[in-house]
T-cell receptor, first 113, second 113 residues
Framework: KAGVTQTPRYLIKTRGQQVTLSCSPI?????VSWYQQTPGQGLQFLFE???????NKGNFPGRFSGRQFSNSRSEMNVSTLELGDSALYLC????????????FGPGTRLTVL | DQQVKQNSPSLSVQEGRISILNCDYT??????FLWYKKYPAEGPTFLIS?????DKNEDGRFTVFLNKSAKHLSLHIVPSQPGDSAVYFC????????????FGTGTRLKVLA
């Protein structure tokens, strides 16, 4: 079974721009969660999608949004980029979200200049 | 408010000795705990988990201990190997609630040969 894939792996943007990141979960997994990893902050939960609906949301501003498609693929969008948005963005999938193991993708490294 | 805390950002251990990584949590609703290992340029991989109905779970060289009264869990690696050098994250969730995982900030383990 193929693992979780994320594209692109690396991205450089400038302040004020917007960016869209993509995540393809493991086949059959319906839950996709997004995390932001920055040094000293660990993994901070952004949101979780299940069956095309946002089921959970972390404490991030509205500039961070996401969606999930019928094939469970998910996209995350960040608008009006700020320098502080530079981070590793990780996507994780699980079968239902209620099961207790998430499988992570390799992440997208976003640099905002 | 950091609900899951890993107070040691780094730890160095000699090969063959025991590595003990600690994690504290504040939310008494958490009832499932996980440890993830992360190598550079890769997403976190699931290592071991424990439900709040247990106080110990063992998987090969890895054992997780849970002390609910102290809201503390620890990961023991015995014997430590150079390949164990990675960043370790603990995570907690309230499975009856929002299926949201809260991660700690991570501990970088270095196993010296």
């Amino acid at each position: 079974k193929a693992g979780v894939t994320q594209t692109p792996r690396y991205l450089i943007k400038t302040r004020g721009q917007q960016v869209t990141l993509s995540c393809s979960p493991i086949s059959g997994h319906r839950s996709v969660s997004w995390y932001q990893q920055t040094p000293g902050q660990g993994l901070q939960f952004l949101f979780e999608y299940f069956s095309e609906t946002q089921r959970n949301k972390g404490n991030f501003p509205g500039r961070f949004s996401g969606r999930q498609f019928s094939n469970s693929r998910s996209e995350m969008n960040v608008s009006t980029l700020e320098l502080g948005d530079s981070a590793l963005y990780l996507c994780a999938s699980s079968f239902q979200g209620t099961d207790n193991e998430q499988f992570f993708g390799p992440g997208t490294r976003l640099t905002v200049l | 408010d950091q609900q899951v805390k890993q107070n040691s950002p780094s730890l160095s251990v000699q090969e063959g000795r025991i590595s003990i990584l600690n994690c504290d949590y504040t939310n008494s609703m958490f009832d499932y705990f996980l440890w993830y290992k992360k190598y550079p340029a890769e997403g976190p991989t699931f290592l071991i988990s424990i439900s709040s109905i247990k106080d110990k779970n063992e998987d090969g060289r890895f054992t997780v201990f849970l002390n609910k009264s102290a809201k503390h869990l620890s990961l023991h690696i015995v014997p430590s190997q150079p390949g164990d050098s990675a960043v370790y994250f603990c995570a907690a969730s309230a499975t009856s609630g929002t299926y949201k995982y809260i991660f700690g900030t991570g501990t970088r383990l270095k196993v010296l040969a």
